[in-house]
Each structure stands twice: as structure tokens, then as C-alpha cells.
């Protein structure tokens, strides 16, 4: 029915079909796809080790040099992420605290993405007393977390640990 040769041509000629097909029709493919623009803005919620907890956002130089400082506590279920403009190692301290923390410093995986983060540096404890002592972690950070006290330890988190933004 076909020689060697032809049937080579004639598999070429079917792949070169399919795969100008394939281009050609990629898009109907990819336009049902939904990606929701990441906002930081619109960050309520962050997962951390299977759990969900409620946070509140200092992204201005202001609320980031006030933090938590001067209030009475922080539940178990709350945290503050601090939101930085670019990758650095942001030192932070215990100036005005009424109660201990711990300071969990975020940066994306290597593939850069905001949304897929990572755990760099955990500082565990971070007592009132401590201050003026500064903690800086041994990488570039480009968010910072503050949690209750323990909840490291509780949750069994670690360096490399996933952390998700959400906006519930």
C-alpha cells in the first residue's frame, strides 16, 4: 500500500496536521482558564500549616513602624503581615509590646511568584524584655508575619514551610 518512504511523509504530513491543530487552537483551550489578579489589598486571611488565620495588613511605613505595639493581645486565630515594596532582610524589634510573638519572615520560591511563599526564618518567642534587640533573618524577606507566641511551635513550622494569601 505505501513504500518506507512514503509512509514517512506521510507521517510527517499527519504530525505537521495535528500539531498546526493543536497552535492554532490553544487559546480556546486557555480561555476558560480563570486567574484572579493577585491584590495584596485584598489579603484577609493567610494559611499556614493547614490553618487559617485572620490578618491584618501594615503596608504603609506608619502602620508598619506601629505593628502591634501598645496592644493588649493577640488571639490565637489573628496575625499581622507586614508588606515591604521589594526582597530585604527587614529587621524587627519589641519596642511597646505587651506580650510575646513570634516573627515569621515570607519570601516567594525561586519562581518569583507573590502568591506561592514560602517560610525563611522563624523567630520564636519574641519576648517584650527583649527590646532594644533587633531580629533580622538570614535571608531577604519580602513579607513578615507576627503571630501569637508558640504558634510556631504548636503548628510545627519550618523553614520552608508553604504559606498561602486569601481573600475570603
Do not use: C
Not at 98 to 108: E, G, K
Amino acid at each position: 500500500m505505501f513504500s518506507n518512504n512514503n509512509f514517512s511523509v506521510f507521517i510527517v504530513v499527519v504530525f505537521l496536521i495535528i500539531g498546526f491543530f493543536l497552535i492554532t487552537n490553544i487559546n480556546i483551550w486557555t480561555s476558560n482558564v480563570k486567574i484572579k489578579d493577585f491584590n495584596i489589598n485584598d489579603v484577609n486571611y493567610i494559611k499556614i500549616a493547614g490553618k487559617i488565620i485572620k490578618t491584618e495588613l501594615a503596608l504603609t511605613p506608619e502602620t508598619q513602624e506601629k505593628g502591634l505595639s501598645g496592644r493588649k493581645e493577640l488571639k490565637e486565630d489573628e496575625s499581622m503581615l507586614f508588606v515591604f515594596n521589594h526582597m530585604g532582610k527587614y529587621s524587627f524589634w519589641m519596642k511597646d509590646m505587651n506580650f510575646p510573638i513570634d516573627i515569621i519572615w515570607l519570601a516567594p520560591f525561586r519562581n518569583g511568584d507573590e502568591r506561592d511563599l514560602r517560610i525563611i526564618y522563624i523567630k520564636k518567642d519574641a519576648e517584650p524584655k527583649s527590646y532594644p534587640e533587633a531580629f533580622t533573618p538570614k535571608e531577604e524577606a519580602m513579607y513578615v508575619l507576627e503571630v501569637f507566641s508558640s504558634f510556631s511551635e504548636k503548628n510545627n513550622l519550618k523553614e520552608g514551610n508553604k504559606v498561602e494569601f486569601l481573600s475570603l
